[in-house]
């Protein structure tokens, strides 16, 4: 049984940083593409950013380049979303997911969910 579990959300002042993990079980991470997505109240899902099998491929959503960084530790089934500089509208629930498609943007190409971690930025 797949499982990606997500941690590391919670509450930071406007200008802070916060670090997310997900550590997946069940399936051969090193041959996933894993990805952050997003989903505030009232808002679609929306792409943050994905990371390749060995880390050679990063993409980032615009509005994220610059502050957040992804990274994975295979060894540990890891991947994680550094957030620098954090700004009130990237309040969401961040999910991780994996797949096995060459995507990295399009969230119905991920085959496996988490169930999220809450992050909010105050003003």
């Known amino acids: 049984q797949v499982q990606l579990v997500e941690s590391g959300g919670g509450l930071v002042q406007a200008g802070g940083s916060l670090r997310v993990s997900c550590v997946a079980s069940?399936?051969?991470?090193?041959?996933?593409?894993m990805g952050w997505f997003r989903q505030a109240p009232g808002k679609e899902r929306e792409f943050v950013a994905a990371?390749?099998?060995?880390?050679?491929?990063?993409r980032y959503a615009d509005s994220v380049k610059g502050r957040f960084t992804i990274s994975r530790d295979n060894a540990k089934n890891t991947v994680y979303l550094q957030m620098n500089s954090l700004k009130p509208e990237d309040t969401a629930i961040y999910y991780c997911a994996a797949n096995v498609k060459m995507s990295y943007v399009v969230d119905t190409d991920y085959s496996y969910w988490g169930r999220g971690t809450q992050v909010t930025v105050s003003s």
């Open positions: 990371i390749s099998w060995r880390s050679r491929t990063l």
């Open positions: 069940g399936l051969d991470f090193t041959k996933y593409i």
